[in-house]
């Protein structure tokens, strides 16, 4: 099944997309032949998404195919997934480089996948750790309990809520995962059809083991929310403080250099990443922490 959809803009599949990709091995997102390829368990179920962009003087062309029960929401979906919803409206560029950016970067969209807690489970995961532990416990438990995709055997579909819940604990301790990160996810799993039906930050924190910082990570992937600056983040106030100010700030100083920019706040901290400019680095790196062995 397969549908073609022409953008109004210079679509930059990679910089749209990149947000929802769990690293370079993530089960349920790969790059392979020039195609885009992700896995989800949509409402109609398990199916797998095939993009590519042809280039097109009269615009680009993305070509989209589909696999599964899930195939039709999927491909329903492409649009938004690559952020025909996103409005650019109230955006105005006030520092040089965000100016920069937007100029170098006409195709970057917030999108939004419309799957909630397929978006709090890896966003949990990620709470005050590394990213590298936080994927290598998602690429365990996607290969452990995920299903082969629909038409792409070789990524995983994230399993549905009822399957997270079931879960035993020496499962989450194979992955790496410490109990209160997965307590978190079995306790979301449980509401997570009351999270679907409303996805506001304030329903997403109001469950136990879920802060500001993970609501904002699930409003960019799930709602494409422009606005939703990750506070709390370990590197994100560095980076935004030495990209806008010169200097390092905290959240508080990162939040009153991105002022200017309310209601598009998260867009402008993804341009700055694009951007490459960060903070000389002082110190060892932090170590990778394996809570296997504990």
């Known amino acids: 099944m397969g549908r073609e959809w022409r953008a109004p803009w210079p679509l930059d599949l990679g910089a749209t997309l990149a947000p929802h990709r769990r690293g370079a091995g993530d089960p349920a997102f790969q790059v392979r032949d020039g195609f885009v390829w992700r896995a989800s368990?949509?409402?109609?179920?398990p199916g797998t998404l095939r993009l590519r962009v042809v280039r097109d003087p009269a615009g680009d062309v993305v070509?989209?195919?589909?696999?599964g029960p899930g195939a039709r929401w999927l491909l329903d979906g492409v649009p938004a997934l690559l952020g025909a919803d996103d409005s650019t409206d109230g955006f105005v560029p006030v520092h040089d480089i965000v100016r920069e950016q937007v100029r170098r970067r006409p195709g970057f969209r917030v999108g939004r996948t419309g799957r909630v807690f397929e978006a709090l489970v890896p966003a949990v995961m990620e709470q005050k750790?590394?990213?590298?532990?936080?994927?290598?416990g998602w690429r365990y438990l996607l290969r452990r309990f995920g299903r082969p995709a629909p038409g792409a055997p070789w990524l995983r579909v994230p399993p549905p809520p009822a399957v997270w819940a079931r879960i035993p604990s020496w499962e989450w301790h194979k992955s790496g995962l410490e109990a209160v990160r997965a307590r978190t996810i079995i306790t979301a799993a449980r509401v997570a059809q009351r999270l679907e039906d409303d996805p506001a930050a304030a329903r997403l924190t109001s469950l136990p083991?879920?802060?500001?910082?993970?609501?904002a990570e699930v409003r960019q992937r799930a709602?494409?929310?422009?606005?939703?600056v990750s506070v709390g983040d370990y590197n994100l106030p560095g980076l935004v403080g030495w990209a806008l100010a010169g200097r390092k700030v905290d959240d508080a100083g990162m939040l009153?250099?991105?002022e200017p920019y309310a209601g598009h706040r998260y867009r402008v901290t993804r341009l700055l990443e694009g951007a490459g400019a960060r903070p000389p680095r002082r110190g060892p790196r932090l170590p990778v922490r394996d809570y296997r062995s504990f």
Request: aromatic fraction near 12%; glycine fraction near 14%.
């Open 41 to 45: 368990f949509t409402p109609d179920g």
């Open 63 to 67: 070509d989209a195919a589909a696999w």
């Open 129 to 136: 750790v590394l990213g590298q532990e936080a994927w290598r």
């Open 209 to 215: 083991g879920i802060g500001v910082w993970t609501a």
């Open 223 to 228: 709602v494409g929310d422009p606005d939703a």
């Open 256 to 258: 009153e250099l991105l």
